[in-house]
């Protein structure tokens, strides 16, 4: 990336009434200061009065802001540039310039990159250009060429913005992009978000003030200015989407259906963003309601609360949880989203699905959990669904003045041993995280384990023995998630299986009478 330096004399264009022109345009007559709108409605004021008026509206800057202008040097990017300018001592801005060489079209792409320094040095604005070599890149990461263009543009933009110090990106989208846009997320088939097209004012700090003017008010100014710019030549190329789009599609459009159609575009486009915005603020409450931990790179939801929601506002917030775990949706498809809803309708803990580019969804009891990894995950299985080793801690016995305390390496889990009295309130141990064992029920020095092939108890309040592996399936605990579990264990009885149940001979005493107190603290990412 590379700034050109100094200030040489402004160019010099001569306008069609004779009279010449640095670029630096004086304010026209009857025109208001501050922020009130222009009142002149010659044809060379109108653009600067619309581009005033969106960058108002929406808030794009403020009084001493320094802008990056995108200049490609074409006829959006010109009118962008000079309008800026022309605003930019009553708003109290900075600008910058930047370009970047796609390496895409040879010689003409160079012509572009030394016409944009051109333009920036007539107006004694600083220059930022670069070069990238797009199609390899494209090449290198098996995306396509406009992709690899627009990711290439975006990271060279915001490096530049962040080196200069510029607040925010103005580009010059105009209103035929947005039509444009609509309508290409329209035939890939898309949700409201993506039929919004192309937000004013972006999180990332793009603005784009050009929004509510059309192709035709800028060739039109430009040349009312007498403004020259390049053309780029693949614009016109059918063999694009976008340019089938704006060149075969939305003129049939207009000619056959609605004159006015990229207005109508433009401002149902407006009228989704609004709906998109007012749905999303929901959505962010109802994730915060489902999340149950986030510790990159791994999120858990809430199952039960997930099945509760009507399956659009599920749909909503199982994409704002992949927005959240990998900072974008643009790989996730709607198959995606409809696989992860329908792993969740199933209820089958230990079930995963592979989503997109290292993504995993996997289900267990009662969560759903997204895992980011970055090896190729068809063959191997979700680190949440393996075997925990097998471990054996042995515990003394604790005595009134002094607890103790056992970590469980292998799961994060924490098991609390101390001697005290029943409750005078006491419940069966089903699914609880406190016990109350008569002492007399426990042998020390009493074993801390995971299960063993051949593991019964008698489970309290049951009728005779049962299998522990076929007790904790009736629980709905997937096989792998089994190994996790601490089972208390005095000589060879198992006496609690660990927030599930305990054995019948180890129940609690009467209120009032001492026992053993056993605590689960089970281990909580995030």
């Avoid at 581009?51 to 202008?69: E, I, N, Q, S």
């Avoid at 709607?334 to 309708?345: D, P």
């Avoid at 305390?405 to 101390?418: A, H, Y």
Wanted: glycine share 6%; with cysteine.
């Amino acid at each position: 990336m590379t700034k050109a330096n100094g200030t040489p004399s402004p160019v010099i264009h001569t306008l069609r009434d004779g009279t010449r022109n640095s670029g630096l345009h004086p304010a026209a007559p009857n025109q208001r200061t501050g922020n009130a709108l222009f009142m002149t409605r010659h044809p060379q004021t109108t653009l600067v009065h619309k581009v005033h008026a969106t960058l108002r509206d929406h808030a794009m800057c403020a009084p001493g802001d320094h802008l990056l202008v995108a200049l490609s040097g074409g006829a959006d990017s010109m009118a962008l540039l000079h309008s800026l300018h022309e605003l930019a001592p009553r708003l109290g801005l900075t600008l910058s310039v930047a370009h970047l060489n796609h390496s895409i079209r040879g010689e003409a792409a160079d012509r572009d990159q030394l016409f944009s320094s051109q333009a920036a040095r007539a107006l004694s604005l600083p220059y930022y250009t670069d070069t990238v070599n797009v199609p390899a890149l494209a090449h290198n990461t098996q995306i396509g060429l406009e992709e690899a263009a627009r990711q290439a543009r975006h990271a060279f933009l915001h490096e530049v913005a962040s080196s200069c110090g510029a607040r925010r990106i103005a580009v010059g989208h105009h209103k035929g992009d947005m039509a444009e846009q609509l309508l290409l997320n329209l035939l890939r088939g898309s949700g409201l978000k993506g039929l919004g097209a192309m937000e004013p004012v972006t999180a990332s700090g793009i603005i784009r003030p050009l929004i509510t003017l059309s192709r035709e008010e800028i060739t039109a100014w430009l040349t009312a200015r007498d403004l020259t710019h390049v053309t780029d030549q693949t614009n016109s190329d059918t063999t694009y989407t976008r340019n089938r789009v704006r060149h075969r599609l939305i003129p049939f459009m207009e000619s056959a259906f609605n004159p006015s159609t990229v207005d109508t575009l433009a401002r149902t486009a407006a009228l989704l963003r609004d709906d998109e915005a007012w749905l999303q603020e929901m959505t962010e409450t109802l994730y915060t309601d489902c999340l149950l931990c986030h510790e990159a790179p791994h999120l858990e939801l809430s199952a039960p609360k997930l099945l509760t929601l009507h399956p659009a506002a599920r749909n909503r917030v199982l994409r704002h949880s992949v927005a959240t775990l990998c900072g974008s949706t643009r790989t996730l498809t709607t198959a995606h989203i409809e696989n992860l809803s329908l792993l969740l309708k199933q209820g089958r803990a230990g079930r995963s699905i592979d989503l997109t580019r290292g993504l995993r969804g996997v289900l267990t009891r009662g969560s759903l959990h997204l895992q980011l990894e970055t090896e190729n995950l068809r063959k191997r299985r979700p680190a949440l669904l393996a075997e925990t080793p097998p471990f054996a801690y042995t515990i003394d016995r604790p005595t009134p003045t002094r607890p103790l305390n056992l970590t469980i390496t292998e799961t994060g889990d924490q098991l609390l041993f101390r001697c005290t009295r029943t409750p005078a309130a006491l419940s069966l141990s089903r699914d609880v995280q406190r016990v109350f064992l008569a002492p007399e029920a426990a042998a020390f020095p009493i074993t801390v384990r995971n299960t063993r092939p051949g593991d019964r108890f008698r489970p309290e309040g049951g009728q005779g023995s049962r299998k522990i592996g076929r007790f904790l399936a009736d629980c709905q605990v997937e096989g792998p998630m089994r190994s996790q579990i601490p089972l208390v264990v005095s000589k060879e009885d198992i006496l609690w299986v660990a927030g599930y149940r305990l054995d019948a001979a180890a129940t609690a005493p009467p209120p009032g009478y001492p026992a053993l107190e056993i605590v689960l603290q089970k281990y909580k990412k995030g």
